[in-house]
């Protein structure tokens, strides 16, 4: 079977953010992920336009690409990197018994975020380093068996503290990274706390350099399926897809159905006609409970 390419530049950038009703603006770093699709470039540097492959995941080698987008210079920055666990993560918190049962390790949800902080990882600690945090809660999903993670797993809602940062593998070649939830790149990072430590390496030392030269704190961050996004670009006319944070009309489409069948009850709270429905927290669940089904590739593997 032919492999799958899938080109990336500004324009098909914003195609993709329509057709997933994901607003943004002209104005600063908007930060994206594909989950299973792996930059045909290892030079992570900015650019007009780049190569990604379509593979899926395997939990064991950095098969995802993590970027920069800015719209108003109409460049990208495309990584190597991860955003699924990596598996021995995953098998040893599937070993736990009882009510720690699947704990310790998460996999982050498709959607749309806007809390990835100028911060450190492992604060305080001999290997923290500089890096993107969390500070707001998510959807997420642990399990109770080894990898890959299934629509039916456990679906939660908060903060586990998984940020962006440094994957601990060099350039991807070979099996391995520093996972249990995080977002990584392919690269070495600084500890500043270790005195042999050298400066930032591979992808991640672009990928931090363009984040830190920015004046923004705080970024918006949308993770979505590497497979559905070929097949969005591969449309004349992309039909809207739906993941949390969307904001369109297929969010309403969505919300009376499943209102209809008595899985959904809209707030008591009064929405003005003219806003555009949001596929929000409550309403993510409920369409979680009834499978996720309609609405194409969720967990994006």
Same mark, same amino acid.
């Given at each position: ?146 990898? &890959?993670?299934? +629509? ?11 940020? %962006?940062?440094? /994957? @601990? =593998? ?96 809209? &707030?008591?709270? +009064? ?11 409550? %309403?993510?669940? /409920? @369409? =979680? ?13």
């Amino acid at each position: 079977m032919p492999k799958k390419s899938l080109r990336l530049d500004s324009k098909n950038l914003s195609t993709l953010f329509q057709a997933y009703g994901l607003p943004f603006q002209d104005r600063g770093l908007v930060l994206f992920g594909l989950r299973g699709a792996k930059p045909l470039s290892k030079n992570a540097s900015w650019t007009e336009a780049g190569e990604l492959e379509v593979a899926g995941v395997d939990y064991e080698h950095l098969q995802c690409t993590l970027g920069i987008w800015d719209p108003k210079q109409e460049r990208i920055l495309l990584a190597l990197g991860s955003t699924v666990p990596h598996a021995d993560n995953v098998a040893k918190s599937a070993r736990r018994q009882g009510k720690l049962k699947g704990r310790g390790t998460n996999q982050l949800e498709p959607g749309y975020y806007h809390d990835l902080t100028k911060g450190e990882h492992l604060q305080g600690k001999p290997k923290g380093h500089a890096a993107l945090r969390q500070t707001a809660f998510r959807f997420y999903r642990r399990g109770h068996h080894p990898a &890959p993670y299934r +629509k039916t797993d456990p679906l939660f809602f908060g903060n586990p503290y998984d940020n %962006l940062h440094g /994957a @601990w =593998n060099l350039d991807g070649d070979e099996p391995g990274f520093s996972s249990s939830g995080c977002l990584v790149v392919a690269g070495m990072p600084h500890c500043p706390r270790l005195p042999e430590s050298r400066p930032n390496r591979g992808a991640w030392k672009s990928f931090h350099a363009a984040i830190y030269a920015a004046r923004q704190k705080a970024f918006s961050f949308a993770l979505v399926s590497a497979r559905e996004s070929w097949e969005v670009l591969g449309e004349k006319n992309p039909k809207p897809r739906l993941i949390y944070g969307s904001q369109s009309a297929e969010v309403g489409k969505l919300m009376a159905d499943l209102e209809r069948k008595g899985l959904y009850s809209p &707030p008591k709270k +009064k929405v003005a006609d003219s806003a555009v429905p949001v596929l929000g927290s409550g %309403l993510y669940r /409920a @369409w =979680n409970a009834a499978g996720l089904k309609g609405y194409g590739d969720v967990l994006g593997s």
